[in-house]
C-alpha cells in the first residue's frame, strides 16, 4: 500500500511541474539558412519549442531532440522508414471539416504573439539590376515599418553572379495553459451548440 501511495504521491508531483511549466510563456522559433551561389544551393533550418534554452528542437528529416537545446537528454531520429504510401480516402463533408478546423483557428492564433522576425546576410543574384530592385524593395519596407520585432540586415552583392547568403528567424510565444483554456472553450461551445 505505500509503494502505491510513493507512485501516486511520484505522478502527482510530475504532473504539478508540467502544469507549472505550462504557465510560463513558450517560444516558438523557426529558423533557417540559404545558400545560393551559381551552382550550389544548400538549405537547412530548425523548429524549436521551448524556453530560451530548454525544450523540443525539430531539425526536418535529419532528427528531434529534447532538453536543453546545447546538449539534448533524447534524440530521435526524423528519417523515414517506409517507402510505403497511404491514401487517405476523401470525405464527402470535407466543407463541414474545414468549417469546423477554421473554428479552432482563430481562438488559437488569439493566442500566439510575435516577437520577432529577422533576415540577414548577402543578397546577390544574376542581374546587378534584380539585386538593386529587391534589396530597394526591403530597403522601402525596413523604412515602411517602424518596429523593433523587423530586423532586416541584408547587403547587397552587385556582381554579375548569384551569391547570396542568408539567415533567417520568426519567432513566436504562448502560454500552453491559455492555449488549451481556449480550445477548450471553443470546442465546449460549438459542443452546446449542436445540441
Known amino acids: 500500500m505505500t509503494v502505491f501511495v510513493g507512485i501516486l504521491q511520484l505522478l502527482g508531483l510530475i504532473a504539478s511541474a508540467v502544469f507549472l511549466f505550462c ?10 539558412h540559404i545558400v545560393l551561389k551559381e551552382s550550389h544551393f544548400s538549405s537547412n533550418g530548425k523548429v524549436t519549442l521551448g524556453t530560451s534554452r ?9 532528427y528531434i531532440s529534447f532538453g536543453p ?3 539534448p537528454w533524447l534524440r530521435f531520429s526524423a528519417q523515414k522508414k517506409s517507402k510505403f504510401e497511404t ?9 463541414m471539416g474545414k468549417k469546423s478546423l477554421l473554428k479552432f483557428i482563430r481562438p488559437a492564433l ?9 533576415l540577414t546576410g548577402n543578397l546577390g543574384l544574376k542581374s546587378p539590376a534584380d539585386t538593386g530592385i529587391v534589396f530597394g524593395g526591403i530597403q522601402a519596407v525596413r523604412g515602411w515599418i517602424r518596429t ?7 547587403q547587397p552583392v552587385f556582381t554579375h553572379k548569384t551569391d547570396t547568403d542568408l539567415t533567417g528567424s520568426l519567432q513566436f510565444s504562448l502560454v500552453p495553459v491559455r492555449l488549451a483554456w481556449n480550445l477548450t472553450k471553443t470546442y465546449l461551445h460549438f459542443r452546446f451548440q449542436k445540441g
Not at 504557465?23 to 533557417?32: A, D, Q
Not at 488569439?110 to 529577422?118: A, D, I, P, Y
Open 23 to 32: 504557465l510560463f510563456p513558450w517560444r516558438i522559433s523557426f529558423n533557417g
Open 54 to 62: 530548454f525544450g523540443f528542437m525539430i531539425k526536418p528529416s535529419k
Open 69 to 71: 537545446f546545447g546538449n
Open 87 to 95: 491514401k487517405i480516402p476523401k470525405k464527402e463533408n470535407s466543407k
Open 110 to 118: 488569439k493566442t500566439f504573439r510575435w516577437e520577432v522576425f529577422s
Open 148 to 154: 523593433n520585432r523587423i530586423q532586416l540586415d541584408i
